[in-house]
């Protein structure tokens, strides 16, 4: 099977700084990838490399077998991260998403019937049908998680990327954004690479884990990687790994008694 991502000896920079040292991964359909690492490990770097947002310095990305090039994005959804998303702009939920159809659209075409049924069915399928009058701006984080993932999906992507979408929630609604991207990853045999800090949330879920710090330390199944050299050799920090009932579990070290 050939894989849908492909990735062979990526160099890439960001902000005139490098990012990414000698990167090689295949996703094959259907995986869901696990993407850690620390803060500037180039996570992010990854995703918009993979989306052609930044161009390799060296190396090369194909997707579903050929290049980066606009016939191939319009097979991916992303979710960016919180931060980069303007909540001031005065938007209704169901018009922000109807905008993850405008790729498919083309120009000067205002949104069909069949437009506005698939926003509806996909805002219904993440919980959100509710929201869809309300302002972006008047969102719950995990509202808001919920109405970003709704507009990645609308295009009806192969491929879905997700840069820490869980970031600044609360416990409950962590797990309800993971469980979604689960029963999403499961209904409709996506492929997903999903940045998170917080492996023990979704390490049930995935098929491969990648860690990263400018270079690829590991990648494999989490029961194969997740190990404690690993980690304390990506994080620089003292970290544990402890076996739960079925899976490994990271454990950071206990900064009050240091």
Known sequence: MEPVIQIKKLNASYNSEVALQDINMEIYKG????????????????????????????????????PVDSAARKRMGYVPQKGS???TFPVRVF????????????????PSRSDRIVVEEVLKGVDAWHLK???IGELSGGEAQRVWIARALVS?????LLDEPTTGLDVMSQGQIIDLVHRIHEGKGLTVLYVTHEVNNVSCYLDKVAYLKKTLYAYGHPNDVIKVETLREVYAGE????????????VVGDHCHV
């Not at 009806?156 to 879905?160: A, H, K």
């Not at 970290?239 to 990271?250: M, S």
């Open 156 to 160: 009806d992507p192969e491929i879905l």
């Open 85 to 87: 998303i303007d909540l």
């Open 95 to 110: 018009d922000a998403v109807m905008m993850g159809r405008y790729p498919l659209m083309g120009l000067f075409r205002y």
């Open 239 to 250: 970290v544990e790994v402890i076996q739960g009932v079925d899976r490994p579990l990271v």
């Open 31 to 66: 995986e869901f990838i696990g993407i850690l690492g620390p803060n500037g490990s180039g996570k992010t770097t990854l995703l918009k490399a993979v989306l052609g947002l930044i161009s390799p310095a060296q190396g090369e990305i194909r997707l579903f077998g050929g």
């Open 133 to 135: 009058d309300k302002p």
